[in-house]
């Protein structure tokens, strides 16, 4: 036989033997195909969104948040989680890489959150929340606008940028301090989350320089409320000094919340919380929401107060004081 015969036989086999292998190839990537569309959902797991700093934020979105994201970029990289309500409200939680674990979990949080201050407060207000994690103190002051020291013992804080849409407040947002994570740990951050929303729900009735007791009091009620918390978890300086037989000779001035140096601002919230805890217990929540809107007003001397408390209540401030204590040394001394 000649070489080109042999040649020509040989390509021929070799076609043959590629054109099988080619075929085997295909039939093996269809069935893998096959087999991945066919696995359950259950055995995939969602990873969730995050954003990245460059990014436009969505349409609806809060209008502060190109400025936010411009001021929180200048201390470093900015991370995002979007959060979408069953009503198709866009909630945003911010922060900085290393920071990933604080807002993975207020990103968890905020979703429920939501609907536990709606619990209480009602439907009349945005459903949102636009939260964010600074990175230092100075990150902080520049996200609070605070003009002056901040004090260390603040772990959070609620803030309103003049924007307007409709008849909604808008531009506010929620800070957390740094080390807030690593402070308060997962219930603290859940508990103050839900304080500052519950300020962000009911700021559309909110006048400046209301009484202390009522603003800060009821969001601490929102923020605990569900918890099934002891009385002496919450309310630790306050059952400690109720069983040494000193209970609250009336309710907290304004000046008791500042946290400064000789004031004791953690028992002026304890307090708080628990007279606005006495009227849910008392009079139930729907009073209680009653009481805030009616006292919420702004300044209240001591006959405005009063006649708040009989119009909303049914006592004088006298009375409410005397049942209030009495009320605290029941459930400190249990």
């Known amino acids: 036989m000649s070489a080109l015969p042999r040649a020509r036989e040989w390509l021929a086999r070799r076609g043959r033997f590629e054109f099988v292998v080619t075929v085997a190839l295909v039939i093996a990537l269809t069935a893998a195909v096959g087999a991945l569309l066919l696995l359950p959902r259950s055995g995939l797991r969602a990873v969730p969104t995050v954003t990245p700093v460059d990014s436009a934020p969505p349409a609806h979105a809060d209008p502060q948040v190109p400025d936010l994201r411009r001021v929180m970029s200048s201390y470093g990289p900015v991370v995002a989680q979007q959060v979408s309500g069953d009503d198709g409200r866009l909630s945003l939680v911010f922060g900085h890489p290393y920071q990933r674990g604080d807002v993975d979990q207020l990103a968890r949080e905020v979703g429920p959150a939501v609907t536990a201050v709606s619990q209480v407060w009602g439907s009349d207000w945005a459903h949102e929340a636009v939260v964010a994690v600074a990175s230092s103190s100075s990150e902080f002051a520049a996200l609070t606008h605070a003009t002056g020291p901040v004090s260390t013992e603040v772990a959070a804080a609620s803030v309103a940028d003049p924007f307007v849409r409709g008849s909604e407040p808008t531009g506010q947002r929620i800070v957390f301090a740094a080390d807030a994570g690593h ?40 923020g605990h409320r569900g918890d099934h918390d002891s009385f002496s978890r919450v309310a630790p300086t306050v059952t400690a000094r109720a069983r040494a037989g000193q209970l609250p000779a009336g309710l907290p001035a304004d000046s008791a919340f500042v946290p400064a140096p000789g004031n004791d601002a953690a028992l002026a919230y304890e307090q708080a919380w628990s007279a606005n805890a006495f009227v849910a217990d008392r009079f139930g929540e729907a009073d209680l929401v009653e009481l805030y809107r009616r006292l919420a007003t702004g300044p209240q001397d001591d006959a405005a107060l009063d006649r708040g408390l009989r119009d909303t209540l049914g006592i004088g401030r006298t009375d409410f004081v005397t049942a209030w204590q009495g009320w605290v040394k029941a459930r400190a001394t249990a």
Do not use: K, N
């Open 183 to 222: 402070r308060l740990g997962a219930d603290g951050m859940r508990e103050t989350l839900r304080h500052e929303l519950t300020h962000i729900a009911a700021r559309a009735v909110t006048v400046d320089g209301s009484p202390q007791w009522v603003l800060e009091g009821f969001a601490e009620y929102c």
